[in-house]
């Protein structure tokens, strides 16, 4: 059953085999886990959010787009899309239902503040740090950014998922870029000294796309 396509094992599942519900979950978990938590931010509900993703997925009679045509990658990716287009819904409502959300940002922030940042600019940190420094930003930019550094989406996919344009999905990237820059800067400082820290900050976001095995 492995190797069967995620059209297959929906249809299976439709069908009455609960295993092949259990190898979507496996094939799709880990991207929408590093979708929710970088949105939501560590700490969490976001392994809540997942579950009830797949939930949601559980009893929607879902049928992938005809033009996936039976090919295994497409309908992988159509499935894809759909997963994390629910799970940025639920992110957006957990938001809005949480109203201390920006509270716990700001004691986050200011205690990570206070104890430094010399581990940070360990290459093994790289993804660790930009993921913390992630959840300091606005909402609209970390969405974009979680998605494009940590779940690899497209900036198509990005707009897909989120509902906006590609070109307001660009926007947010690059501003985004730019004010995840400035907060890795004072942590990068300490080490590599102040004449290479502005240099230092986008190399260390680079290092968390490689990290993923590069971005499309």
């Not at 287009?85 to 206070?114: G, H, L, Q």
């Not at 940042?117 to 993804?127: N, P």
């Not at 930003?137 to 344009?165: F, M, N």
Request: hydrophobic share 40%; net charge neutral; charged share 30%.
């Amino acid at each position: 059953m492995e190797d069967l396509s995620d059209g297959q094992l929906l249809r299976r599942y439709r069908e009455g085999a609960p295993a092949a519900f259990t190898l979507i979950v496996m094939r799709h978990q880990e991207a929408l886990l590093r979708h929710a938590r970088g949105v939501l931010g560590r700490g969490s509900s976001y392994e809540d959010v997942v579950q009830e993703v797949f939930l949601t997925l559980s009893r929607e009679k879902l049928v992938l787009p005809a033009e996936a045509g039976g090919d295994p990658d497409e309908e992988h990716r159509q499935l894809s899309a759909w997963l994390h287009k629910v799970t940025r819904n639920a992110c957006m409502d957990t938001i809005r239902s949480e109203t201390r959300r920006r509270r716990r940002e700001r004691e986050v922030a200011a205690r990570d503040e206070a104890q430094g940042g010399l581990d940070a600019v360990e290459a093994h940190d790289t993804r660790r740090t930009v993921e913390r420094e992630l959840e300091g930003l606005p909402v609209d930019q970390r969405e974009v950014l979680v998605l494009r550094l940590l779940a690899e989406r497209s900036y198509r996919e990005i707009a897909a998922i989120t509902g906006k344009k590609i070109g307001t999905v660009g926007w947010l990237i690059s501003e985004g870029l730019k004010a995840l820059s400035a907060r890795l800067a004072p942590l990068l400082e300490t080490e590599i000294g102040t004449n290479r820290t502005a240099a230092a900050a986008p190399a260390a976001i680079e290092d968390a796309r490689a990290a993923r095995g590069g971005i499309r």
